[in-house]
């Protein structure tokens, strides 16, 4: 089962930000919280990760709470190609579990003209 | 650098045919791995290979046989195919053990089986 919580779907206007939630209650200081997203049946895209910290790249930031039990994806100026479904994964930093990714049923995301 | 490629894009199956997808990675990744997504679902594991003449099987591997001869190929097997197998199926590589390592995903293959 997904160690992850999201809500299935969200709508946010077009040139706002895209806030989504992850909620990981079970987190051990062994994982790390990963982010992908899925546009219209294609491979899924990586996105972003981060273990305790803060992270941001050309595409987004994740922040994670201090606690760790909760993450936000944000999106800071949404454009219709951001319209997919996110996924947000708890993966193990070594071993056997390393190596794969355990999906949920991630959040649509509907951009909005 | 293709990345990770998969052929092909869409196939039809009757009922107890047989058939190959192909995958195969130009990035020189140790771990290849096989995902299945069905409408409306995430994705799930069937096999993975952590270096080649090396595989094991993931969540639903039933019906479906993997090899790894070479680093770059990872093909899927069905042996018989079944209308549950009817589904979009993924292929992913990524470089060693850590899970700072991103996986990249093919761009997937639609299979349907009559």
């Known amino acids: 089962d997904a160690k992850t919580t999201q809500p299935p779907s969200m709508d946010c206007a077009e040139g706002r930000a895209a806030n989504l939630p992850c909620n990981h209650s079970?987190?051990?200081?062994?994982?790390?919280v990963y982010w992908y997203r899925q546009i219209h049946s294609q491979g899924p895209q990586y996105i972003i990760h981060g273990l305790k910290n803060n992270e941001t790249n050309e595409m987004a930031s994740l922040i994670i709470t201090e606690d760790r039990k909760s993450s936000t994806l944000i999106l800071p100026h949404a454009t219709l190609r951001d319209t997919a479904v996110y996924y947000c994964?708890?993966?193990?930093?070594?071993?056997?579990?390393?190596?794969?990714?355990?999906f949920g049923k991630g959040t649509k995301l509907s951009v909005i003209p | 650098n293709a990345g990770v490629t998969q052929t092909p894009k869409f196939q039809v199956l009757k009922t107890g045919q047989s058939m190959t997808l192909q995958c195969a990675q130009d990035?020189?990744?140790?771990?290849m791995s096989w995902y299945r997504q069905d409408p409306g679902m995430g994705l799930r594991l069937i096999h993975y290979s952590v270096g080649a003449g090396i595989t094991d099987q993931g969540e639903v591997p039933n019906g479906y046989n993997v090899s790894r001869s070479t680093t770059e190929d990872f093909p899927l097997r069905l042996l018989s195919a079944a209308p549950s197998q009817t589904s979009v199926y993924f292929c992913a590589s990524t470089q060693g053990s850590s899970g700072a390592n991103v996986l990249t995903f093919g761009a997937g293959s639609r299979l349907t089986v009559l």
């Open positions: 990035m020189n990744h140790e771990y």
């Open positions: 079970t987190i051990s200081g062994n994982e790390y």
């Open positions: 994964i708890v993966r193990p930093i070594s071993g056997a579990g390393s190596y794969q990714l355990t």
